[in-house]
């Protein structure tokens, strides 16, 4: 994520492409390398278990290889290994990165986030974990989710896009074959749309009906049109079940050194929008919690 985020001179300038004058195409070669590898391994490790007669593990892997369907062999094993490259890239700093920032968020914010634990508490209980059947149950926690991923989206500039041909909007004129980025950051900034945007305030999505999914666009984190991004569905519930499983089983406080100066809240550019500065916290255990 960090290097296929980091600035290129050649976005800029395509003739220089060719020369590749930051190595940010070695680099991206090396690492899809090293991936590959290891998803081989995994392939491989499974193919034989099969052939041994080990039990199914019933999973995506198992799923993809059941339905190779006449195709040939190595044709079948490129496209496991792009569909797991896509899962990797796509699905791993994007939702834990959300996770971080939204805890981060809460830690600054005590009364929030006693608001959010007092839903839990009344809507989970003490005697069971918390399960997707739950999230629509528990409004305040959309709340903190949508906020959260208003003021810190999981990809700043979404995915570029290439003009098929040359468009006039508004003002400006896209040539055909322009690169164009959204400024996803920005649009969830604007104060014209977003009452003081920079305060946390999840209970702004309390008071609107507006949602993440594509509809309303002046919050579009995972995208929206034909093009929106295919994993929101399992984003939107993997988030969701995270931080309220972190607040439901743990009282959450800041180490004596972060509580002291405050949290660096600064962001690190790439890809995905993370943290400069790791989230440290202090996780104690509910007292009176009966999860078997």
Not at 99 to 125: H, I, K
Not at 232 to 258: C, D, I, K, T
């Amino acid at each position: 994520m960090v290097v296929g985020g980091s600035p290129n001179v050649s976005d800029f300038f395509p003739v220089l492409t060719s020369l590749d004058l930051q190595g940010v195409r070695r680099k991206l070669k090396h690492h899809d390398k090293l991936f590959r590898h290891v998803f081989e391994e995994q392939i491989d490790c499974r193919i034989e278990n099969r052939k041994e007669g080990s039990i199914a593990c019933n999973d995506l892997l198992d799923v993809l290889l059941d339905t190779q369907l006449g195709a040939k062999e190595q044709e079948h094993r490129q496209a496991l290994l792009s569909i797991f490259g896509d899962l990797f890239v796509a699905g791993t700093d994007t939702s834990s990165n959300t996770v971080e920032w939204a805890m981060a968020e809460l830690l600054q914010n005590p009364v929030t986030m006693a608001t959010l634990n007092y839903e839990l508490a009344s809507v989970v209980g003490p005697e069971r974990e918390m399960e997707e059947s739950d999230i629509s149950q528990l409004p305040y926690l959309q709340a903190v989710v949508k906020e959260t991923l208003r003021l810190h989206p999981p990809v700043p500039f979404r995915l570029p896009r290439r003009a098929q041909e040359t468009v006039v909007f508004g003002n400006y004129l896209i040539p055909e074959g322009a690169k164009l980025l959204v400024n996803v950051w920005a649009i969830s900034r604007d104060e014209t749309t977003w009452p003081d945007p920079l305060k946390f305030r999840p209970e702004r999505f309390l008071e609107r009906d507006i949602d993440f999914k594509g509809r309303d666009f002046e919050l579009i984190p995972f995208g929206a049109g034909r093009r929106i991004c295919p994993g929101m569905p399992l984003a939107y519930r993997m988030v969701h079940l995270m931080l309220g499983s972190l607040l439901h089983r743990f009282e959450w406080q800041l180490p004596e050194e972060e509580a002291k100066n405050g949290l660096d809240m600064s962001e690190k550019f790439g890809v995905t929008l993370a943290m400069a500065q790791h989230l440290k916290a202090i996780a104690i255990p509910i007292p009176g919690l009966h999860i078997k």
